[in-house]
């Protein structure tokens, strides 16, 4: 059975971005300090289709993370275009004609859309009722695969306030950020279980599993 | 060279104790769950003059914070006694005739009164002009071996955002609060870097410096 499941990179003052994001800076002042470990990883890049790059400790937590995924679910913030209805907005998302995900991605959004199939087995279909709902057809088109939420932090949030979070991967960094979007604001009461922790270069992964 | 260090338990979302602190309650609700794994173990409970308990991953971990201590800091509040002036007041700290210090301990009150001493090599020096100064008495005291910031909150605040801590160790545990006091509020522009991670029985223990 597939679990669904997120990762994410935070501050060690627990922000998931840094304060004042925006259009042209969606990880908020700073924000962009959460991600140096994975940037150089060989195994990252090779998922984005850029050659080179590291293989540490790091390598096989990153490698877990991306495999057997079989459908995502994430927010329009993420997906980007800016806000209103979809329109003529031409927008396909940050990631080029081949995103990295290699699955259907369900983006949750106020406004209707066509489904939009890019190259390399990605199909972005928009979602205008609410989380609960991508996050069912995203398990439907998944099959026996796992589910990966890939955020934002709106999503990632109502997702774990719904319980309906099973495991998740925490990047924690060696980064103060003083400011900006908390992961675990108000998402109320969860049981949680320690499952592995690894020291990386720059970086700790733990992961959780959601008990109660 | 000694150095100024502490240890602490903290929640995943960052709260080092819980919400409604009192004097009956001083870890706040829920804050007991912080300590859990450290209960069990053998090395913290031989230094505590107990018996028994058990080793585990996080036995070297315990057993290095508490090495090579030479002097301790501390606030009134976790020494305890209640607020206002010392006058007849006799309390002698939350610990017993043999508290598990064996070392002088600064505490910054803002009462004066004269120093207390017990059994195995702990006195209790109280110190009325600030933390800054209480950490300076505590170096002098030290000599060449570390200086062990012991809490609570407000101190270890201070003395981070005033850059004189050099390392520290967290202890990140796999539980919630949602509310109470934070450990990083308010403590400015730090530079660290990640020292180890050690993965260990429901609990991540993290150390880092500061650098900058």
């Known amino acids: ?27 908020g002042v700073g924000g962009m300090r959460l991600h140096q470990w994975v940037f150089a990883l060989e195994a990252w890049r090779r998922n984005q289709g850029m050659a080179g790059g590291v293989v540490n400790a790091s390598t096989p937590v990153v490698e877990e993370a991306q495999a057997n995924v079989g459908a995502v679910v994430m927010g329009r913030n993420m997906f980007g ?10 927008w396909r998302g940050w990631w080029g004609d081949t995103p990295p995900f290699h699955a259907p991605v369900f983006v949750v959004t106020h406004y209707p859309r066509e489904p939009l199939e890019m190259a390399g087995g990605t199909t972005f279909h928009f979602v205008t009722d609410g989380a609960d709902s991508a996050l069912r057809q995203a398990k439907r088109a ?64 733990i992961k959780y599993r959601v008990v109660g």
Chains 1, 2 share one sequence.
């Open 81 to 90: 275009g800016g806000p209103g209805p979809w329109g003529q907005n031409p």
């Open 142 to 205: 998944a099959g026996g695969t796992d589910v990966l939420i890939a955020g934002g932090a709106d999503v990632l949030r109502q997702c774990l306030a719904a319980g309906a979070v099973e495991e998740f991967d925490l990047h924690i960094t060696p980064v103060l950020l003083g400011a900006g979007e908390r992961l675990f604001e108000g998402v109320g009461e969860l049981e949680l279980e320690q499952v592995r922790a690894v020291d990386a270069p720059g970086v700790t992964h």
């Open 1 to 27: 059975m597939g679990k669904t499941r997120f990762q994410i990179a935070i501050s060690l003052d627990g922000y998931m971005a840094g304060p004042r994001q925006s259009e042209e800076n969606p990880l």
